[in-house]
């Protein structure tokens, strides 16, 4: 059954796409593909990264490294970038490892997810069904995640459908998180369903992600070896766990139209309250957040007045001040500590 409405919803995605899609992702392909049509077919540079803390991120600014991954010191985000050479769409770092999802422009679009180590190194690469979306890298680097459209660009189009995959770096593929069982109020949903938007745990078992199912979204902690998946929370999106394992930031739609406008909220486990961030009423956030540390996250932002180009933006999790410009140019920020 899902097979059959995601073969019909791609076809109606191809019309919108061809039609001229207006979303955040096809935008910024857009950009990538008007700006490194030269470079397709050109080997894939290996990406290693100077030592230290450091913020990894996907450079939009205008000019020769457009869409690669550069890095600057965690501690002065101004200072000059250091550019990987490597193009993607999405990335996410640690010390021991890269990972980059990519569009490839060519006679067929194609869309690959490559691992890298910290050499520089390819690790694996494989195909994905669709636009490159979320990726996420577990504290240890045990365990890498990624999701990408299968239909759709955007998490605000009318019709969007999602893979998302867990794997061990060096080891078992877990497969499709669909595949796992996903419990709600107790009772195991067997109506279609979307899971994106992993964020790991320290226990190299213990996930968080979205997951939808008749226009009805939740917070799911997922159990890794179990193959499980349990709602804790309603209308809870793209997850990220702060280093301290203690709360949980997600972006929140708090529209009461058809069309979704997102705000930052974060969870804290120990007493179940929700804190509401204050991002401006005139700024619809769709990014998974990250932890600049345990008081401070990072999300980017297109910049409606140069497609293609985004920036990072700085806010304190406790809602104490209102953002900050981070990082300009930037997107897809991940901490390297």
């Not at 077919?41 to 990264?49: E, I």
């Not at 890298?116 to 979306?133: E, N, V």
Request: charged share 15%; hydrophobic share 40%.
């Amino acid at each position: 059954m899902k097979a059959l409405r995601r073969n019909w919803l791609l076809a109606a995605a191809t019309v919108l796409v061809l039609g001229g899609a207006v979303a955040y992702a096809g935008v910024a392909i857009a950009g990538y593909q008007s700006r490194a049509t030269a470079t397709v077919g050109a080997p894939t540079p290996g990406p290693t990264l100077p030592s230290g803390p450091l913020l990894v991120f996907r450079d939009t600014s205008p000019g020769a490294h457009y869409g690669q991954v550069a890095s600057v010191p965690l501690a002065d985000p101004a200072a000059a970038r250091t550019s990987t050479g490597l193009v993607c769409d999405r990335v996410y770092a640690t010390h021991e490892n890269l990972m980059c999802l990519r569009t490839r422009s060519g006679t067929v679009t194609s869309f690959t997810a490559t691992l890298y180590d910290a050499a520089g190194d390819q690790l694996k690469s494989w195909p994905l069904p669709g636009f490159p979306s979320r990726t996420r890298i577990s504290p240890d680097s045990t365990l890498v995640a990624q999701t990408s459209f299968v239909t759709g660009s955007s998490y605000g189009s009318a019709a969007f459908s999602t893979e998302t995959t867990i794997s061990a770096v060096n080891g078992i593929d877990y497969g499709s998180l669909e595949a796992f069982t996903l419990l709600v109020d107790g009772q195991k949903l067997t109506a279609d369903h979307e899971i994106w938007g992993v964020t790991f745990a320290s226990d190299d078992n213990t996930f968080f992600a979205t997951a939808m199912s008749g226009g009805r979204i939740w917070l799911v902690r997922g159990n890794l070896r179990g193959r499980t998946l349990v709602a804790v929370k309603d209308g809870a999106e793209c997850p990220s766990l702060s280093p301290d394992g203690t709360r949980v930031a997600y972006k929140k739609n708090i529209s009461t139209t058809a069309t979704k406008h997102w705000t930052l909220a974060v969870l804290d486990f120990a007493t179940g309250v929700e804190k509401e961030l204050p991002i401006p009423p005139s700024v619809s956030v769709d990014d998974q957040a990250e932890w600049l540390d345990d008081g401070t996250l990072l999300y980017g932002l297109a910049d409606p007045a140069a497609p293609g180009d985004s920036n990072v933006y700085s806010v304190k999790a406790d809602g104490s001040a209102a953002p900050a410009l981070f990082l300009a140019h930037a997107w897809s920020p991940s901490v390297v500590r």
